[in-house]
C-alpha cells in the first residue's frame, strides 16, 4: 500500500479547522486533525510546503517510521506548529491502519480496559446562581464531572464564560485581531472558593467537579487556591500556573493535596518529563493533536502510568471532532487513563462536514467498533465555510501589564 496524495483542508464551520486526509492507491484513506487555534495557517503551510511531499509513496502502514521521519528527521525538533502537523499524519495514518485491518483504533492499541470514557463537560455563566443552574441541568443528563468557571465580578471578560453572549464561549471564530481580556488576582481569589462552596452545598459531593486557572497565578498563590479549594473536593485544579517551569508544580505540590493538571499546551512527552518523574502533577493533558498523534500519546500514557499521573486529554472546541474520536480509542485502551474534557455533540454547521457517532451513557462515551477512527468528513460540505483569520485573546492586568491569557 502507497500513500499517493495529501490533502489538506481548512474550514470554519462557526470556528477553523485544519484537516488532513491521507489518501492511499488502494482506495483506503485516512482523516487527522491540524488545528492549532489562532495559528491555523502556519500548520497548513508546514503539511502543504515541508510534509506532504517527503510521504507520497511511502507505505502508510509504517508508522513509527513516519513518525520518526518526521520528527527526528527534520532535524528542528518540537513546537506546536511542527508536532500539530506530525499528529494530524499519524492519527490518518492509525485510521488507515485499522480500515486496512477492518479493526477499530482502540483494538490495535491492545484492547479496551474499560467500557466508557467518562467525561467532564463546562458548566460557564456570568454570575455563580447561572453556573449552577447550567451545572444542575447536566447533572440531570447523567453528567459526572463538571468544570466550573463563573465571570468574576467587576472584571471585563473572563476566560471560560459567555461573555454576556449567547454563544459557546469558544465557539465563535470570529475575531479579526485578538480582543483584551482583564485579570485581577485579588479578585479571582476572593471569588472562587465561594463559587465551589455554593457548588458543594447545592450538589454534595457525589459530583466531581473541576476548574481551569488558565495559568495566571504564581505557584505561591496558586498553593494558596488550592488550600482554599481542599474543604470542596475538586477531582483537579487545572493550570494554576505557566507548564514551561516544572519547578512551580513542585512548590504547589509542597503545600496543598488539591489534584493538579497540566499539559495542554504541551507537544512532547519531554516537555512533561519532569512533572510526570517527580509526580508533581495528578492528571496530563496533552492533547493527540498538539501532542503529535497516537503513537506518542500511547508511550506517554505508558510513561506516566509508571508515576501514578492519570491521562486527562484537552477537550477544548478548538480541537475537531477527529480528535475527539483518537481520544475516545487511546481513553478507551490506556490503563490510566483518568477523564476526558468533553464540550459537546457539536453544531449543526460541524457536523454537516465531520460525519461520527458519539453515544453517551451516564457520563461515558462510548467508543465506535467502526474500522479506524470511525468518523469520516465531507469535503464538499467544507466548502461551504471558508477560513477566517481569527485569533484568542490576550489578557492584562488592571494596570494595563500583559499577561497569561
Ligand atoms: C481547556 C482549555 C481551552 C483553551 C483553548 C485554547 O481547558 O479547555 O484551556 O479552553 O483555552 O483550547 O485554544
Ligand atoms: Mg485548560
Redesign the pocket.
Known amino acids: 500500500m502507497k500513500i499517493e496524495r495529501i490533502k489538506v483542508l481548512v474550514s470554519r464551520p462557526g470556528r477553523n479547522f485544519v484537516t488532513v486526509k491521507i489518501e492511499t492507491d488502494e482506495g483506503i484513506y485516512g482523516v487527522g486533525d491540524a488545528t492549532l ?2 495559528r491555523e495557517m502556519a500548520v497548513a503551510a508546514y503539511l502543504e510546503e515541508h510534509v506532504a511531499p517527503c510521504l507520497i509513496g511511502k507505505d502508510p502502514r509504517n508508522i513509527e517510521d513516519i513518525w520518526q521521519y518526521l520528527y527526528r528527521g527534520a532535524y528542528w525538533r518540537k513546537g506546536p506548529v511542527t508536532m500539530t502537523a506530525i499528529g494530524a499524519i499519524d492519527m490518518a495514518l492509525w485510521d488507515i491502519l485499522g480500515k486496512h485491518a477492518g479493526l477499530p483504533v482502540w483494538q490495535l492499541l491492545g484492547g479496551k480496559s474499560r467500557h466508557g470514557v467518562t467525561v467532564y463537560v463546562h458548566a460557564n455563566g456570568e454570575s455563580i446562581g447561572e453556573v449552577l443552574d447550567n451545572a444542575a441541568g447536566f447533572i440531570d443528563q447523567g453528567y459526572k464531572a463538571i468544570r466550573l468557571q463563573c465571570a468574576i465580578p467587576s472584571t471585563k471578560g473572563t ?2 464564560t459567555l461573555e454576556g453572549k449567547k454563544n459557546y464561549y ?1 465557539l465563535q471564530g470570529n475575531r479579526p485581531l485578538p480582543p483584551e481580556q482583564m485579570w485581577s488576582t485579588r479578585k479571582y481569589m476572593n471569588f472562587i472558593p465561594e463559587l465551589f462552596k455554593a457548588a458543594r452545598e447545592r450538589f454534595g459531593y457525589d459530583i466531581d467537579l473541576l476548574h ?1 486557572v ?1 495559568s495566571r497565578l504564581t505557584p505561591i498563590e496558586a498553593a494558596r487556591l488550592g488550600k482554599l479549594l481542599e474543604p470542596y473536593d475538586l477531582l483537579f485544579l ?2 494554576t500556573v505557566i507548564a514551561e517551569n516544572s519547578a512551580g508544580y513542585e512548590q504547589i505540590r509542597q503545600h496543598t493535596t488539591t489534584p493538579l493538571a497540566v499539559g ?1 499546551t504541551f507537544n512532547t512527552i519531554w516537555d512533561a518529563k519532569e512533572l510526570i518523574e517527580k509526580q508533581s502533577i495528578d492528571y496530563i ?1 496533552t492533547a493527540v493533536s498538539h501532542g503529535g498523534g497516537i503513537t506518542p500519546m500511547r508511550k506517554l500514557s505508558d510513561f506516566s502510568a509508571l508515576y501514578h499521573v492519570r491521562m486527562a486529554p ?6 475537531s471532532p477527529i480528535s475527539t474520536m483518537a481520544h475516545l480509542h487511546i481513553n478507551s485502551w490506556a490503563p490510566n487513563f483518568g477523564i476526558q ?1 468533553f464540550v459537546g455533540f457539536g453544531t449543526p454547521e460541524l457536523n454537516s462536514i465531520f460525519k461520527y457517532e458519539l453515544p453517551l451513557k451516564d457520563g461515558m462515551l462510548l467508543v465506535s467498533d467502526k474500522p479506524g477512527l470511525g468518523i469520516d468528513i465531507d469535503e464538499t460540505a467544507m466548502g461551504n465555510y471558508p477560513y477566517v483569520r481569527s485569533y ?1 485573546p490576550v489578557s492584562r492586568l488592571e494596570d494595563g501589564t500583559l499577561w497569561n491569557w
Not at 484537552?314 to 480541537?319: R, S, T, V, Y
Open positions: 487555534n489562532g476566560y471560560g469558544e481551569d488558565h487545572e493550570d495542554e493533558r484537552h477537550g477544548a472546541p478548538d480541537l474534557e484568542l
